[in-house]
């Protein structure tokens, strides 16, 4: 479960950034190695993206996040780089699921409201984000019961072993 | 009120009365990993504690993404795959035998099913009306486990094809139109419903390349109805009693209907770097390509190879452009072979990839050089998809792949069919 408020810089990404974007696919080699996989997060689109990230920034998209793959890889190096939480305009379908079933939050919400920097408050449990650059409040979507109890146990996997099976 | 064919198959899988909106628990009928997606799903299958599979015979390993491996890592996790296999009683593919989408076309998917695969183009399987997503690892793992998912019912959009394909215009050039007009993100969560009068002769060949990319336009899946065609479909490949008419009702409620009329269209091509980055073949002719591509879970079936091999029979490639084909499974390659399309291939230029995804994402098999140019047949074509991000890569048809092929540059197919 992520902290109920988190707080971190804007890491600002532009609209259809895909799963080849993220990991491509020429690292596949590298999937079995996770921590040598994460080395290579984002790097087609900001160079030495990896090195960059400081532990708890937001990664901030426009729209269709993660269109591509169904490589789970892809959520996974972004948490692990640091990242505390995703935002963008919307999000590919299998991303958003996978991003979710690893832990890693993401909202919904209009990104044009933020900018490359901007010092952000996420207050999850009340679905809104204060930009505390400009002083501007957002408000996200709200994501289905089941979606929102698998990241309050930190994922699938955790949920599954806790509860084991579904619950609706 | 009618249920969308999406609602039906819910329905019936979760026990339920499944409408647009709600979420439900669902019976899995397959459940599948590859290559490149699978060793992630066995440990997170094995780190939640899991040992067996819900479902054995049902739940199937490909080995097609690297494959034949190019890679130490990637051989190691072949060893894995297979000892999961072992370990597991499931099934298993190797190398060699084809791309995953292709085999559970022919050996696997029925009307009405509902299968996951943990790849993105598992709605290719929506051609025989099996209502078939990708998903991640950790879901597939999950799936594997319990022999079920949830799933939030998709609202759809019914894709109304009507009239008859011109000469030189295919399967694959109405799926780019149509992704042109939806849009990357506009079928986002939503069921593509196809119907019309244009389905009475639209073979399964044709249905599986545009299901297979009704993900590129954000959906769910790409569900066909499962009428006549699939029928002899599923009897040619021994499971005719698995076939069960699946229509949806009449009075069914769609977010969206969209017409096409297939009279009216022509060669299409994807240009670079988005899918829906979508142009007549007539406004892009001349742009010269090093490498053609044809194979792929969209457009490397018998019927894909029997376009290009006409369309080269007795012609060369140009000496600037490397032609490289993948039939997209075993019994694809040996049909071709009968027919004499890989001879033709062969002759003309082609070097022939054994079946499985070959150079479709950038592991091997022609991985693309810094500022070239490849006119693909498959269903993607982001920045970096074919190994580089300085490559360009262009999405077409098989007869224009084969033309331009010929020409060594962006070449309309009309001008050989």
């Known amino acids: 479960m992520p902290d109920l408020v988190l707080k971190g810089k804007a890491i600002k990404l532009g609209d259809n950034i895909s799963t080849d974007d993220i990991i491509p696919g020429r690292f596949a080699h590298l999937r079995s190695n996770l921590p040598e996989l994460a080395k290579h997060v984002l790097e087609d689109v900001v160079p030495g993206f990896a090195s960059k990230v400081k532990l708890g920034d937001f990664l901030v998209a426009g729209k269709n996040l993660g269109l591509g793959s169904s490589r789970e890889h892809a959520p996974v190096v972004i948490k692990m780089s640091g990242v505390g939480a995703i935002l963008a305009k919307s999000a590919a379908r299998i991303f958003f699921r996978n991003a979710i079933n690893q832990g890693l939050l993401v909202l919904l919400c209009d990104t044009d409201k933020i900018g490359d920097g901007d010092e952000l408050e996420i207050n999850f449990t009340g679905g809104m984000i204060a930009n505390l650059t400009s002083g501007i409040t957002l408000s996200c979507s709200k994501m289905p019961p089941i979606m929102s109890a698998i990241l309050k146990e930190g994922g699938l996997i955790p949920y599954i072993q806790k509860h084991k099976d579904f619950k609706l | ?417």
């Not at chain 2, 998903?135 to 999950?142: I, R, T």
Request: aromatic share 6%; proline share 5%.
């Open chain 2, 1 to 417: 009120m009618g249920k969308t064919l999406a609602e039906k198959i819910l329905s019936l899988k979760s026990h339920s009365k499944a409408e647009a909106g709600d979420v439900v628990i669902a019976d899995v009928d397959w459940a599948f990993v590859q290559d490149t997606t699978g060793p992630l799903t066995i440990r997170q299958f094995k780190e939640s504690g899991f040992k067996v599979l819900a479902k054995p015979q049902q739940a199937v390993i490909f080995l097609d993404h690297a494959a034949p491996s190019p890679a130490q890592q990637l051989s190691n996790d072949h060893i894995l795959l297979r000892r999961f296999a072992e370990e597991t009683s499931c099934r298993i593919y190797e190398v060699g035998d084809g791309i995953c989408h292709q085999l559970v076309a022919e050996n696997f998917a029925n009307p009405g099913d509902i299968i996951v695969g943990a790849d993105s183009h598992t709605v290719t399987a929506g051609a025989l009306g099996a209502f078939a997503t990708g998903m991640g690892s950790s879901d597939v793992a999950v799936a594997l486990a319990l022999g079920k998912t949830w799933f939030r019912v998709p609202e759809s959009f019914l894709i109304e094809l009507n009239g008859v394909f011109p000469r030189g215009v295919y399967a694959k050039d109405l799926i780019l139109y149509l992704i042109g007009q939806i849009g990357a993100d506009g079928a986002n969560y939503k069921a593509l419903e196809f119907g019309g009068e244009a389905l009475a002769r639209m073979t399964m060949s044709q249905r599986l390349t545009i299901a297979n990319m009704a993900v590129e336009a954000g959906a769910k899946v790409g569900l066909f109805p499962a009428d006549k065609i699939t029928q002899e479909f599923l009897m040619e490949y021994g499971r005719g009693d698995n076939y069960k008419p699946l229509y949806p009702d009449a009075e069914a409620n769609y977010e969206q209907v969209i017409p096409v009329n297939l009279d009216q269209l022509e060669p299409m091509l994807s240009l670079p770097h988005a899918v829906d980055n979508v142009r007549p073949v007539t406004r892009v002719k001349g742009v010269k390509i090093q490498q053609a591509f044809i194979g792929t879970c969209t457009n490397g079936r018998l019927e894909d190879l029997a376009v290009a091999a006409e369309i080269l029979k007795g012609k060369k490639r140009h000496p600037g452009t490397r032609l490289q084909v993948a039939p997209a499974s075993r019994q694809v390659f040996i049909r071709a072979i009968e027919k004499g399309y890989i001879q033709s291939l062969i002759e003309a230029g082609a070097a022939i990839l054994p079946p499985g995804c070959a150079a479709c994402l950038g592991l091997h098999q022609g991985v693309l050089g810094d500022g070239e140019v490849c006119l693909s047949t498959a269903n993607r074509n982001f920045k970096g998809r074919m190994g580089n991000p300085e490559a360009m890569v262009y999405l077409a048809s098989p007869a224009t792949a084969a033309a331009s092929a010929i020409r060594g540059e962006i070449t309309d197919p009309r001008e050989f069919t």
